[in-house]
Structures are given as C-alpha cells and as structure tokens.
C-alpha cells in the first residue's frame, strides 16, 4: 500500500453568538469549520467523510472517497496544522473504514484488515492468524494499548468479537444461544471506553438487528460478558417483557456510562425505528420517539450516532417519502426532548442547508460534548466533512490549576453552561493558558 501525506488546510466561518437552547439567558460564539477536498500523490482528489473526532478535538478521521476510483480509502486531519494523511483503499471492492481517532493523531479502522493510521501517513496492521481470514478494528482505548473490532472467515463471513490487547488477540466470551433465546451467527466489538476496561459490542441474529452485549475486564485482565439485550430483546418483539426487535449500541461514552441505541418494538405491528439511552451504571432504558412535542416531524423514523460523557445523544431523523427522504441531524439531552439541530443552533446556517440536501449525519462528539463531528453531501452528491463548536461543554472534566500570570477568559457552571458573571455555587473558570480551576461563589 502506498501512503501519502500532504498539507491542506481547515476552511470555517465564526458566527456571531447565538442563544443556546433551553432559553438560557448567557450567549456563547458557536461555528462551524467545513474541510477542503485533499489532494495527494499526482493530483488525485479525496472527500472526506467525517466520521471520528478526538478527545481534544484536534484530530478529525473517516473514510476518504476517491474521486478518481469510486472506492473509499482513509483519512486522518490536524486541524491545528492543516495537515493530513490519506491512503487509498487496499481493496477497492470493499474499501476502507475509520471510526475513531485518538489525542495524538492515530486511527483505527480497517482497510482490507483492522490497522492503526497515523497522521505521519504510518500504518500498522492487525493481520489474520489463519488462512482464509480477515479483521476489523472499530476502537480502541486512549492509549491504543486496548484496540477492539472482530475477525471473521472470508469464507463464511461469520464473526468473532476480539480485542487486540498490546498487540496480542484475544477473542471475547460469548454465552450459549441457550441464554440469549435465539440463534446466534456471530459478534463484535464496536466500542470501548478510555481505558479498554469495558468494551460495547453486539451478537449477529439471524434478522441482523444486532442486539447489545458488554465485556468488563475482571481483576484478571479476562473479560467477562453481560448479554444486556436478554432483558429487553425477542426475534418477534412478542415475548413478555421482551418487545425490542432491536436493540442495537449505536454510540459509547468514553467514561464508560451511556450507550446510544437504536430500538425499535415488535408485537402484533412493527414500528418505526427510535432512539434509546442505556445507563450502564443503573441499567436504566430511556426511549426518545418522535410523538410531535418537539420540531421534529411526528413518526419520523430516527437512528443514534454519538454519545457524550453526560449521556446527551446525537443522532438524526428521517422525514419525507422514500424518493425524497431528508435525513436531519438531531440532538437529544438528558431530561429534555429530542430537537433538530438546525434550529437549536439556527447561526450556523449550513446545518440547515444540510438538512435540506437530504443526507446530514452528525455522528460523533468529544468526551465534553462541545465539538461535534459529522459529513454530509453537497448539491452535487459531493461529501462534506464538518466539526461543529457548539460553544459550551456538556460536562467539564479534568479540571486543572494555571499559572498566577493567567487571567480568566470564560467561567462555566458544572453543567457546562456559559456564565456572563460569577454566579453562586461551584464555577468553573478557564484561563488564558489554556488551563482551568474550580472557584467556589458564596
């Protein structure tokens, strides 16, 4: 495989602030940065497909689609520097894949098998351990030193759940088709948290709703499966206490705390897909339906994406015929109805012409809630890679102590809430470099 590393750079606009929503009475500046087409090797043009963003939201990943192959390589992008990385599909019958990205600039995905890709155009490879093999990787923890995907028979395509601990494969436990209720054809790891030890995956049924499992890694490194969907899951949504006929992990918090879902009920009448918030820590399901109390329209068929550390969802609606179909972004937090994001940011008017175009997906969020990642298409069907600042955190962690020579630039409440002014209670100011301290107002 040829790698190509090459400089561009981020192309945005700043908005002027807008309310955020809620009605809160402090502004915040919100915008929106759109990538540039990149260029490498002898002028062959990529579009990136915005899939991952770190952490500290200097990094952006996905696919790459090429326009001179139709195939769909990977990209990796500093927004910082305008520099990237893009490497073309190794196979392009079946093309590349990214689906996270860390604090340093390194990728996981697969192309042609799970691989780790760098912003310096490196790439390491998880190869297979017999013949007639293949592998995915789908996340992995911080550090990498935990990396998460599957391995399967090119054969059969039949999957097994793994996870690549420094280096070293070990597929996950799975329990008996005896436990779950239905026949099982497989599993995967699809997500981890910041330090591998819990790690979100689904079994294969033979409908491919993918219902949810997690692994916990025990005292002994081993990790140990919890057939989540087993309370909540049937083929038929027609057993008692059991109406899902999906239940699917869409999205996992990197403090190890949510999974976003899509869920959908069974029963005598199929419905409409929706979207679920499963707490980890109490095992309590939240269901968000579009029943017409919010802006999105009544009965819209809805799919999760991303999910922050306070447990707000990203996701987007469906509306419109199926010729015409529009698929708008949406935001769903914690204790309030799902809202289109255009109009919960209506400043940056670009989430609306995305909207409108019919293809808008926002799909990832760093830890704090604040960036937002996503891709869309243009008029002409072209991809748009784009990183949203909503302006304020949805939760602020890691908080530090500056310097005594810095000087306050923005106060929060621990809810992530902009002030304009102290206000009582734990404030959490940021300072000019970059650091930021608990102040307590009486």
Known sequence: MVNFTSKGRLMGSLFAAALLAGGVNCASAQSIDVLENMTVGDGVEYQPVVQAISPNHRYVAGPAFSMASGSMGMFVYDTETGEYAVAPANDEMYGADIRAVNDEGTCVGYNGNAVLYSINGEATYYEPEAEGEATQARDASDDLSVVVGCHYSEATYVT???????????????????????????????????????????????????????????????????????????????????????????????????????????????????????????????????????????????????????????????????????????IWSKGEDAKVLANVYPGITEIAEYDMLGFNTAIDFTPDGRYIAGFANDAMHNYIGYVIDRGTSAGIDNVTTGSEEAVEVARYALDGTLLSAPAKGVNIVKMSDGTTKKVVVK
């Open 160 to 330: 097994t759940a793994c996870v690549w601990v420094n280096g070293e494969r070990k597929d996950l436990p799975v329990p008996s088709d005896d436990v779950f209720g239905f026949e099982t054809n497989g599993s995967v790891a699809y997500y981890t948290n910041s330090d591998g030890s819990v790690i979100v995956g689904y079994v294969v049924d033979n409908y491919s709703s993918n219902p949810l499992v997690v692994w916990r890694m025990q005292e002994n490194g081993e990790y140990e499966c919890d057939p989540v969907c087993v309370d909540y899951f049937s083929l038929m949504g027609d057993v008692e206490g059991h109406p899902y006929v999906v239940f699917s992990p869409q999205g996992f918090s990197r403090n190890g705390r949510y999974v976003s879902l899509n869920i959908m009920k069974g029963g005598d009448t199929f419905t409409e897909q929706y979207m679920g918030r499963y707490d980890l820590k109490t095992g309590e399901l939240e269901e968000y339906r579009a029943d017409g109390n919010s802006d999105i329209q009544e009965g819209a068929e809805m799919a999760a994406t991303g999910v922050a550390d306070d447990g707000t969802i990203l996701g987007y609606a469906l509306a419109g015929s199926w010729a015409m179909q529009q698929r708008s972004a949406v």
